[in-house]
């Protein structure tokens, strides 16, 4: 087990390459939202530009697009086929086939609903997106229908679930956060983030990482939504397994900085995205 601290965090983070374009750092789509779930996904797409990206693509469904392109500068948003409650349905995944080349990456959950299209658009993604995949909140949910699904993935997975999310997976926590989590990891071959107090990464080959930093501020929702956009971010930077511990530990340690700053109350998740080019900048300088 890894105590992750800044020592590690700055040895995993690539130096930036004083020639690169936006291409070298990356390219993610992120998918989700849903009527009535407008920001995670905006939360989402803020922190995947805040983790360096280069380039940053967010599918929402059609009915919410304006809404999305008003929040949005720095990310693109683009709208897809969805239903007549506003959720994006199977019929998306055409139109999304020309980001398959051009994205390394896909982010799939935040703020995207349930609902049988829902389902059908994650697990056919599942199976055909020939990148890495991070997969949240809704997302998970329609994991849970198929658990399975997840050793059909062409590439690697990381998943980031809390406790709720981790048991309806058939996730187990009778002998603990981090033997469960490892378990889980093992069992269907993704990195495995179990959020929460002590957040726990961990690899299928056994490896576990537990995150000292972070406080009760960052309970609130939207948080997670950030992580995921920070995730997807460094997967397209770096090696999966240190994309993912490095995600949490500078989510962690920005959340600490807005609690010092601001205090755990009044925090926000924008305030935590906010914090990330601080929390990058000292550590690698």
């Given amino acids: 087990m890894f105590a992750i601290d800044r020592d ?3 040895s995993a983070l690539p130096a930036r390459d ?3 374009h ?3 750092f990356g390219k993610v789509c992120l998918l989700g939202g849903s009527v009535g779930y407008t920001g995670a996904p905006v939360l989402c797409a803020r922190g995947a530009v805040r983790g360096g990206c280069g380039l940053v693509f967010l599918g929402v469904p059609q009915e919410v697009w304006p809404i999305a392109a008003v929040k949005c500068d720095e990310a693109m948003p683009f709208p897809l086929p969805c239903d007549a409650s506003g959720k994006l349905t199977a019929d998306a995944l055409a139109p999304l086939r020309e980001y398959y080349d051009r994205c390394g990456v896909l982010a799939l959950g935040p703020g995207l609903g349930r609902s049988d299209g829902t389902a059908a658009l994650t697990a056919a993604l599942i199976r055909k997106f020939p990148g890495k995949i ?3 909140a809704d997302a998970l949910w329609a994991v849970s229908l198929v658990p399975d699904i997840l050793r059909e993935a062409k590439s690697e997975i990381v998943i980031t679930p809390h406790e709720g999310e981790f048991l309806r997976l058939g996730g187990s926590l009778e002998n603990g956060r981090k033997r469960g989590a490892w378990e889980f990891a093992r069992r269907y071959g993704c990195v495995t983030v179990l959020k929460g ?3 726990i990464i961990a690899h299928p080959a056994g490896r576990i990482y537990v995150i000292e930093a972070g406080n009760p501020g960052m309970a609130k929702g939207g948080s997670g939504d950030v992580l995921t956009g920070v995730t997807a971010a460094l997967l397209g930077q770096m090696e999966t397994e240190r994309a993912a511990v490095t995600a949490c ?3 962690a340690g920005a959340g600490d900085v807005c609690a ?3 205090g755990e109350y009044g925090m926000t998740p ?3 995205i906010e914090e990330l080019p601080y929390i990058f900048k000292t550590i690698t300088e």
């Fill in 8 to 10: 590690y965090v700055k």
């Fill in 18 to 20: 004083p020639a690169g």
């Fill in 22 to 24: 936006k291409g070298t």
């Fill in 134 to 136: 991070v997969l949240d």
């Fill in 197 to 199: 107090h002590r957040t």
């Fill in 249 to 251: 530990a500078v989510h």
């Fill in 260 to 262: 010092q700053k601001l």
């Fill in 270 to 272: 924008s305030d935590i």
